[in-house]
């Protein structure tokens, strides 16, 4: 069964609650959480608390390893998986997403796939390490992650597939979809143009349909194989000039998914 919610990042700033409510009222099945600078993503009981208000599941937690939550649950990003993990079992989440390490972290990009394995397998929570893509400086791609951006070719057991970072790596959906097997637990649903497309070379977050990847084509194939587990729209709202429009958003979102998942 195929699981459709709504990552926190769509409403990027409002408060958790808000989230809850527009994901519910966009028609999304649960929500992806993702732990940041606010008190609430970071408490089980406020988001338990949340949940039953909103009749609204957690599918996920996003650990607190984006450069602007580095300093979120203390520094050391062991900890803060260990923190994530606790934290989803916690609310009844079955996926922690994680991101590879920064080059930086020289001692954790070492250990990170031992780390993460130990966690999984004495958790039953999946950690799953999502794709990521080069940073570009002065139109270049500079190499930020260790041992890479691309989780099909670690040595992880679950792995994220996100839409809009497989575009800015110049990396198909749908090949990834299908090359990451029995290993895929994740998608974060969006869509992005190629590095250097119009002059872009930034995440985007697309909504599905408005970039140039196979979204349609990648989520088709996931309805044929009967692939179980959670599609999360990521989707950059911050444009939105109301409300109500950012909620048109994400029930074109809601619809794109659901008719190429083929449950409408």
């Known amino acids: 069964m195929i699981q459709l919610g709504m990552s926190t990042s769509c409403t990027f700033g409002k408060p958790l609650d808000t989230s809850f409510k527009i994901a519910k009222r966009a028609g999304f099945d649960g929500i992806e959480i993702m732990v940041s600078t606010e008190a609430a993503t970071r408490s089980a009981a406020a988001i338990r608390a949340l949940s039953r208000k909103h009749d609204l599941p957690v599918l996920a937690i996003h650990a607190p390893v984006l450069f602007f939550t580095q300093f979120v649950w203390g520094t050391n990003p ?9 934290l989803a079992r ?4 079955d996926v922690v997403v994680v991101h590879p390490p920064f080059r930086w972290q020289t001692t954790y990009a070492q250990n990170f796939l031992e780390i993460i394995r ?29 041992p890479g951006i691309n989780p099909i070719e ?17 990396q198909n959906c749908l090949e990834m979809t299908r090359d990451a097997a029995h290993r895929l637990r994740h998608i ?15 995440d985007e977050h697309l909504a599905p349909g408005e970039g140039g990847q196979p979204v349609a084509e990648a989520l088709q194939y996931l309805r044929d194989t009967q692939w179980s587990g959670h599609v ?21 979102t809601v619809e794109f998914a659901r008719r190429n998942l083929g449950q409408i």
Not at 135 to 140: C, E, L
Not at 188 to 202: R, T, V, W, Y
């Open 90 to 93: 916690e609310v009844g989440a």
């Open 78 to 86: 062991t900890v803060k998986l260990e923190r994530s993990v606790d």
């Open 154 to 170: 670690m040595d992880c057991d679950s792995i994220t597939i996100d839409f809009s970072h497989a575009a800015l790596a110049g």
């Open 232 to 252: 999360v729209a990521e989707v950059n709202t911050r444009g939105a000039k109301s409300e109500t429009e950012r909620l048109r958003i994400l029930r074109r």
């Open 188 to 202: 974060h649903l969006c869509d992005g143009q190629a590095p250097g497309s119009n002059g872009k070379i930034f």
């Open 118 to 146: 130990r966690l999984e397998r004495g958790s039953g929570v999946a950690l799953a390490v999502e794709n990521m893509f080069p940073w570009y400086v002065g139109g270049n791609g500079t190499r930020m992650y260790a």
